[in-house]
């Protein structure tokens, strides 16, 4: 175990349907990542919080909503998907270093998306 | 131009091969870096960090080079269990920026 917990790691869903990820660290970082994996891409950042507000939301469309109640807890709210959002999704937690930004992230095991 | 560049792969080398996999990133204002290895299904998780001294882990070795803006990872006397993709991870403003990663294969 990495100290970073994913839940669920599979899900398969239609595209009407609204489902959530959770993703919850015990590490006691103080920032916490969203990030994308699909076949043969690099992995692509999502979103990110520090100290529970959101610092980065890299033109993620709106059917992708995240939520950090707080620094040990992340969700990413999904609905009305499309089948290529199907991918890997990987949540993170790391320290967060003020203006140098991120620092080593430790990863969850994922949650694998299959959009029908 | 991508912002972290790695050749895909995959290298498929015999058990005891050196294998050496170069990554180029296009930010020469880049703060950090590091490998990390993702196995089959499974997250990724830090290797090492690369520093401008160059630095050693057992088998493994990182090199930086900022003139050049390019990363290494050598590694020596592959074993099987070295087999997965190996990542490289550049910290631009606060961000990390992750390469395709380069797949390693070792064969018996």
């Known amino acids: 175990e990495t100290g970073v917990t994913q839940t669920p790691r599979h899900l398969v869903m239609g595209m009407t349907n609204k489902k959530s990820l959770k993703c919850e660290q015990h590490l006691g970082h103080n920032a916490m990542y969203w990030y994308k994996q699909s076949a043969k891409k690099p992995l692509e950042l999502m979103f990110v919080y520090s100290l529970e507000e959101r610092v980065e939301n890299n033109s993620v469309p709106s059917r992708f909503s995240p939520e950090c109640p707080n620094s040990s807890h992340l969700f990413l709210h999904l609905h009305t998907l499309q089948p290529e959002d199907s991918a890997l999704y990987l949540c993170?937690?790391?320290?967060?270093?003020?203006?140098?930004?991120?620092?080593?992230?430790?990863f969850g095991a994922g949650s694998r998306l299959t959009v029908l | 131009r991508k912002e972290v560049e790695q050749d895909p792969g995959p290298f498929n080398v015999p058990e005891g091969a050196t294998v050496a996999f170069n990554c180029t990133y296009s930010n020469s204002a880049s703060q950090s870096f590091f490998w990390y290895r993702q196995d089959c299904r499974k997250e990724p998780k830090l290797l090492m960090s690369?520093?401008?001294s160059g630095n050693e882990d057992g088998r493994f070795t990182a090199q930086l080079n900022r003139a050049s803006q390019y990363i290494s990872l050598l590694i020596r006397d592959s074993k099987l269990s070295d087999s997965a993709t190996y990542l490289c991870?550049?910290?631009?403003?606060?961000?990390?920026?992750f390469g395709q990663g380069t797949t390693l294969q070792v064969k018996p």
């Open positions: 993170a937690s790391s320290q967060w270093q003020g203006t140098s930004g991120a620092n080593v992230l430790t």
């Open positions: 991870v550049v910290r631009n403003t606060g961000k990390l920026i």
């Open positions: 690369v520093y401008s």
